[in-house]
């Protein structure tokens, strides 16, 4: 069997999560990494980090999937709808990503934190395995 490269499974489903979060209404965009500073409300595709995932026969890998919604207002509600966009936007990635299958994709975590006066950010993280072929 042909090496496949972990790093390729790691750029595949970023690049699916990240037009998946494109998709999501009543944002003012999507970036990647730390130090955005946008208009809220704004998303952040953080750390995509990926183990083995492989079986006898398939190369496979399981990445965590870091995602956050930043917002401003009174109350955290506008952040907390976004939130469930962005689980729905990720939950529905295409099942063939550049040269992976998907076999799954888990919630792992949504949570929802005060982050100044007036400031609020969800953290979505998910699991996504993918195996080549």
Same mark, same amino acid.
Request: glycine letters at 12%; proline letters at 2%; aromatic letters at 4%.
């Given at each position: 069997?042909? #090496?496949?490269? !972990?790093?390729? *499974?790691?750029?595949? %489903? ?9 998709? @999501?209404?009543?944002?003012? !965009? %999507?970036?990647? !990494?730390? =130090?955005? /500073? #946008? ?12 183990? +083995?995932?492989?079986?006898? +026969? ?15 207002? +009174? /109350? ?13 936007? %990720? ?7 550049? =040269?992976?299958? @998907? *076999? ?5 975590? /949504?949570? %929802?934190?005060? /982050?100044?006066? =007036? ?5 979505? +993280? ?6 080549? =072929?």
């Amino acid at each position: 069997m042909a #090496a496949v490269s !972990g790093a390729g *499974a790691v750029a595949a %489903v970023r690049a699916g999560v990240l037009a998946r979060l494109r998709m @999501v209404g009543g944002i003012n !965009g %999507v970036w990647e !990494g730390a =130090g955005v /500073s #946008a208009a809220a409300p704004f998303v952040v595709l953080g750390d995509v980090a990926a183990s +083995d995932w492989g079986t006898k +026969d398939a190369v496979g890998r399981e990445l965590r999937v870091a995602v956050t919604v930043r917002d401003r207002g +009174d /109350s955290p509600a506008r952040v907390e709808t976004l939130a469930g966009e962005v689980e729905a936007a %990720v939950a529905a990635l295409p099942r063939e990503l550049d =040269g992976w299958r @998907v *076999a799954s994709v888990v919630l792992l975590r /949504s949570s %929802v934190v005060a /982050s100044g006066k =007036g400031a609020w950010a969800a953290m979505v +993280d998910h699991r996504v395995r993918v195996l080549a =072929g």
